[in-house]
């Protein structure tokens, strides 16, 4: 059973990623080429075992305005003082994380038969990272390696800023606690992930919205209609 063409869509917050998706979503529709959104974060099977278990409520429930943790704000203030979270709540968020692993796995084999393509708003590459972030690590190190257990995105973007551009675009963020040194370890975590993980960058620190889309949309095709012979033959 095959799985749908699968997008994901990775970066700092204010990157662009909500205006590029709502982008492509329109060119899907204009192409008659079924498609399912999905946010990775607010509709992992993390999320939804952190809503019935209090207990993992703090330690596993990802949901701010761009999918970050819910207690993000408190424990990034912890982190940029150097306190990072424990080791357990730590190997929880891992567990958790492989468990969406599986999940998602599954409902692949469903959203195959109905779409053939899924967009996603964020992926497991922005929960790894962002776990290791609240570890109080400054590089992946061996944990790069467990986003291998998520299916494979065709077209596995990474939108580039600066941290200062996120900074500048996303005030509000900034105002909940995430200071310079969140977005510069971010950033770090983030441009050592895309070699590791061999990322599509879009450098939207340069590039306007138009020439995202119209690189985004290239590849796509180029990839998308590629499969789709393979697959006949």
């Known amino acids: 059973m095959k799985y749908p063409f699968l997008i994901s869509f990775s970066g700092l917050d204010g990157s662009g990623k909500t205006q590029l998706i709502v ?47 819910a207690t993000e704000s408190v424990t990034v203030k912890k982190v940029s003082g150097e306190k990072a979270i424990s080791f357990f709540s730590f190997f929880v968020r891992i567990i958790v994380l492989i468990l969406d692993a599986l999940y998602l796995r599954l409902r692949m084999l469903y959203w195959g038969k109905n779409y053939e393509v899924v967009i996603f708003d964020r992926y497991a590459y922005d929960k790894l990272i962002h776990a290791v972030y609240l570890r109080g690590k400054k590089h992946l190190g061996p944990y790069f390696w467990l986003a291998r257990t998520f299916p494979r ?39 050592e992930g895309a070699i590791l993980w061999r990322f599509l960058v879009i450098d939207n620190s340069t590039m306007s919205i138009s020439e995202a889309k119209k690189k985004i949309i290239s590849v796509f095709k180029k990839r998308y209609y590629k499969r789709k012979l393979k697959m006949k033959n």
């Open 23 to 69: 982008l492509l979503r329109q060119f899907f529709r204009r192409q008659g080429i079924s498609y399912l959104y999905i946010h990775s974060v607010k509709d992992s099977f993390g999320n939804k075992i952190a809503e019935k278990i209090p207990f993992l409520k703090s330690l596993a429930k990802p949901e701010t305005a761009e999918g970050v943790a």
């Open 153 to 191: 995105p065709n077209v596995p973007i990474y939108l580039h800023i600066t941290p200062e551009q996120s900074m500048e675009r996303k005030r509000e963020v900034a105002a909940e606690g995430q200071d310079e040194n969140y977005f510069k370890i971010k950033y770090r975590l983030f441009t």
